[in-house]
Each structure stands twice: as structure tokens, then as C-alpha cells.
């Protein structure tokens, strides 16, 4: 069996595989609403709220696509860029109002003044990438909403990729809506998207979203503890198991595992001589779920990540769009530990080392996974 090194989806726990090997059970019966009060309270955590969520059968992108949707009655919604899966909140907006593209190079960092300039000539919410995987950084939540705020504008942030790995303050912060998808820091696998809402985003809601995708529906149906639709019996089994692991390793440790693990790449691809892609602010940081590094200029993308494959079964992830073979990225989601990033950078390290394109650095790594 191979090792899965990407940012989502992730390597699953053997208690997560066994639980959705259970016998289906009635979706409208008392058992199944059971595991759903429990799913419902362990996300409110990872979300930091204390309003509704609503889970969906579907793709992280379905959960984008329900908020935005169903909270899309403005005027116009400002859609922050500075990466793909930015770029697919704008073309997700684009469908249901107009959009004020605030567009940045791949990689660099947000710059909140443009921002403010939306809230200026007229934007009347927010959409944004919290954790931008494509290009491994980590967005001024914080301070979006903030902004936002002065202008009374509605926020909704994609946490996909950042809810049960790194700190998600959804209250604290201002934030009205927020989405996670199961296959990523929560170490489900793909098919399940869980969207955060307060009340006051209600005053945004749009009575033409799509009828699978209206969140109204998934509102009505949380006083029975039930989905609207037929759930995917299996995922929230695993879910339900994910959330009890979580809960044993405490949401404070789990964090602080994801960013040890990111840090320990990070270090590592320094001391060898590489480049980390992201370029920062002094709001942005690099993200903790997802390591994006420049390929050595020797490299190319086959000799880096098929030789992982064909050699060691690793699997990392490349580049996307305009990025395919200039970048190379590691991720540290989920469940797994100090065993998978120490495999996956000696691994990596031989490769390159075969091409001349960097120094060992092993050590480096190791010395900072002593703080798990």
C-alpha cells in the first residue's frame, strides 16, 4: 500500500475504514439521527461556532457552491483570488451575481486595502479562500472580516482546507458563513461538505439557489436531526469516527501537530536549498496543512514525483494550472505523523540528491518533530 502525501484526500485511520463497513441503517430512524447530533457538535467546534451546520453529500466544491448560492442576494460580491481554488469562488459566484475579481498572483499574499476598495464602490460581501492549498498559504481570515465588517458586508470563507487543522475562529472572528470538506484536516474520505451559518446571513439568502444545494432545505430538517436528501449512510460513519478521534487527541494537540508537521517541511526544504513558493505579507503565514515548494531547476515534475511513485508508492501532489511542473507540494492533513513526513522527505531527498539539486537537510526535519 502506497503513502498518500497530499493535501487532500488523506490517508485514512483503520478505525475510520472499519466504520464504514457497518451495515446500513434507516437515514429517517433514531440511529442514524444519533450520529448526526454527534457530527453536528463536533463540527461546531472545529468551526468555532455555536450557530447551525448543515452537512451536504457532496464535494468540497458543493459546499462552496451551497454557500454561495444560497446566501448570493446582493448586489455585487467581492471574490478574492490568489490561487485556484480562489479563482473557483469567483466562477462559482459569477453564476448567481455580479463579481468584483480581486485577483493576485498565485502565491503572493492578499493585499487588504484592494479589498477595501470593493467595500468602497460597492461590494456588499466577501468571498474567500482561508487556506489556499493550490499554492500553500494561509489568508488573513481575521482581518478580511474585520474589514468586511465596517461595511456591514456578509463573509463567507471557504475553510476546506483548514477547519480541524488549524485555528478556525468563526465567531470570534465575523465570519457568517464557513465550509469545510470532509477529506481534508477532518481525515474522512471525499463526499461529504459541512457549511457554518448564523443567523445573520439569513438577511443574504437567495430563494433561487439550486434545490439540492438550498441550505433553507438542510435548515428545515435539522430540528428532526436529518438531511433533507439521502445521505451517504457510509461517510457519516467515518465522519463520526474522525470526530471521536479528534476528540481524544484534543483539538489543541491536533492543531499543534499540523503545524509541526508543516514547520518540519518547511525547515527541511530551507536547509536544503530550496524555495518555498508562497510569497508573504506581514498578514499572510505559510500554510499548516500544505508545503509548496519551488522545483529545483534541473528537476522536472515526472523525475520528482513519478519516481516517488514508482519507487516508494508516495504520492505528492504538483502543481495546478499555470504552476504544473514549477512546484512541487507535500501535505500534512489528517492523521497522519512524524513516521510519514520522515519517509516522505528521505525519500524526496534521495531523488533530488540523484540530481544534484539539493544538500541532505533530514536532520533539520527531525530535530524539529522532537516538539510532538
Known sequence: MGLLMIPGPVQLHERIIKAMCRQMIGHRGKEFSKIFEYCIDGLKELFGTKHEVYIISGSGTSGMEAAIASFSNVKRIACVDNGKFGDRLCRIASKYTEV??????????????????????????????HNETSTGILNPAKEIAKIAKKYDALVIMDGITSVGGDVVKMDEWGIDVAIVGSQKCLGCPPGLAAVAVNERAWDYYNEKAPFYLDL??????????????????????????????????????????????????????????????????????????????????????????????????????????????????????????????????????????????????????????KEL
Open 100 to 129: 468584483d475579481e480581486i485577483r493576485f498572483e498565485w502565491g503572493k499574499s492578499i493585499e487588504l486595502e484592494r479589498i477595501e476598495e470593493s467595500f468602497e464602490n460597492g461590494s456588499e460581501a466577501i468571498a474567500f479562500v
Open 216 to 369: 433553507k432545505a438542510y435548515k428545515k430538517k435539522v430540528p428532526d436531526l436529518q438531511t433533507p436528501y439521502t445521505p451517504a449512510v457510509p461517510l457519516f460513519y467515518a465522519l463520526e469516527e474522525a470526530l471521536k478521534i479528534i476528540e481524544e487527541e484534543g483539538l489543541e494537540n491536533r492543531i499543534k501537530r499540523h503545524r509541526t508537521l508543516s514547520k518540519a517541511i518547511r525547515v527541511w526544504a530551507t536547509e536544503a536549498g530550496l524555495e518555498l513558493f508562497p510569497q508573504l505579507n506581514e498578514y499572510s503565514s505559510y500554510s499548516n496543512t500544505v508545503t509548496a515548494i519551488k522545483m529545483p531547476e534541473n528537476v522536472t515534475d515526472k523525475e520528482l514525483r513519478g519516481t516517488l511513485q514508482s519507487e516508494y508508492g508516495i504520492t505528492i501532489s504538483g502543481g495546478q494550472e499555470h504552476l504544473k511542473g514549477k512546484i512541487f507540494r507535500i501535505g500534512t492533513m489528517g492523521n497522519i505523523g512524524k513516521a510519514e513526513v520522515v519517509t516522505t522527505l528521505a525519500a524526496v531527498e534521495d531523488v533530488l540528491m540523484r540530481k544534484n539539486a539539493i544538500k541532505s537537510a533530514l536532520h533539520a526535519a527531525i530535530e524539529v518533530l
